[in-house]
């Protein structure tokens, strides 16, 4: 409430101080025209209507008058126009800048969360088999259960220090020809593992062959997957799809059966930071880093990256690279 308050406050003198500017602005253009206006009364009573080039010096009196009305006239618009830029461009830059200070806040929120809640499993797991005397099957579901949580801890590293890399260009791209068919197997084999409670179902074509880093292109895909299983309902499939289409191109599609997401957010998930609905944010994990990640990493490979509804629940995400030949 109070920085909304303080918000108010800095837009309302911010406001205040435009409008000051303006008015003061129209008040000299004002005085100037008056005075134009006074100075050619003035030179006109100065002159004898009797001598022979009065009306001649009368028009230049009026000429003159007129160029500077029309020059007044000029810098005012000038200046007006140079006034409500720099305002225009404040205004946005404030913008923006409040709108990444709450991404940030809502950032750290969330990484504060998304650290402490894999931390506490862990360390209550891990005291638990120093207290207690366990049976062999409950030992291995608590270890089981520590490395989900540190697997967890694991991408969520590894998104943050990716995204800082990549935005400071401390990252190098390799180009290597990668199988993206055995990668994704290889991806979803490790979700099946880490998450046997949850249905996956798969079409790979295997000899669908890419130019890129394979670090970063498993990254792309993880992140759609995990993704997916953020907002998969229990009892659901997730599919993933890995095809070749006529446009010699590679097609990764994740669909997901989830409650899907409102038209005005879909242009937005690839925002740093952004997480879908209030009600979305609070009940699901994540920071609002993979999707923004995912993009850079399927631009940085010359590739497209888009989402459209799965009918008649939840939503398609859809990635293209283009096909190379192995």
């Known amino acids: ?44 009573q100065q002159l004898h209507p009797g001598t ?27 200046f007006f126009l140079l006034i409500m ?11 923006r800048q409040l709108k990444i200070s709450h991404e940030q806040q809502n950032f750290m929120i969330a990484i504060t969360h998304e650290l402490k809640t894999p931390i506490a499993i862990a360390k209550l797991n891990v005291e638990t088999l120093q207290k207690r005397k366990l049976d062999e099957v409950q030992q291995l579901r608590l270890i089981y259960n520590t490395l989900q949580e540190v697997n967890r801890l694991n991408s969520l590293c590894n998104n943050m220090l990716l995204s800082s890399q990549m935005e400071a260009g401390g990252y190098i791209v390799t180009d290597e020809h990668i199988n993206m068919g055995v990668l994704v197997n ?9 998450f046997p409670n949850k249905n996956f179902v798969s079409f790979i074509e295997n000899e669908a062959f890419v130019k890129g880093d394979h670090l970063l292109l498993e990254m792309a895909v993880n992140n759609l997957i995990d993704n997916a299983i ?97």
């Open 186 to 194: 290889n991806c979803i084999n490790d979700f099946k593992n880490r």
């Open 230 to 326: 953020k907002y998969t309902p229990k009892e659901t499939n997730i599919t993933i799809n890995l095809s070749k289409n006529s446009n010699s191109e590679t097609v990764l599609q994740v669909k997901d059966e989830g409650k899907g997401i409102a038209d005005i957010e879909k242009g937005k998930v690839f925002d740093k930071f952004y997480r879908v609905g209030n009600a979305a944010t609070k009940s699901s994990k994540g920071t609002g880093l993979g999707l923004y990640l995912t993009k850079r990493i399927v631009k940085q490979h010359n590739g497209n990256i888009f989402l459209t509804d799965n009918k008649p629940s939840g939503i398609i995400f859809t990635i293209t690279f283009p096909l190379i030949k192995n």
């Open 85 to 95: 830029a720099g305002a225009i461009f404040v205004y946005r830059a404030v913008r």
């Open 52 to 78: 022979a080039s009065y009306h001649e010096k009368v028009s230049d009196i009026k000429e003159a008058e007129k160029r500077k009305t029309a020059q007044y006239i000029g810098e005012g618009v000038i």
């Open 1 to 44: 409430m109070q920085s909304r308050k303080k918000l108010r406050y800095i837009f309302l003198i911010y406001w205040f101080l435009l409008t000051y500017i303006v008015a003061c602005l129209i008040w000299w253009f004002i005085i100037l025209y008056n005075q134009n206006q006074q100075m050619t009364d003035l030179k006109l």
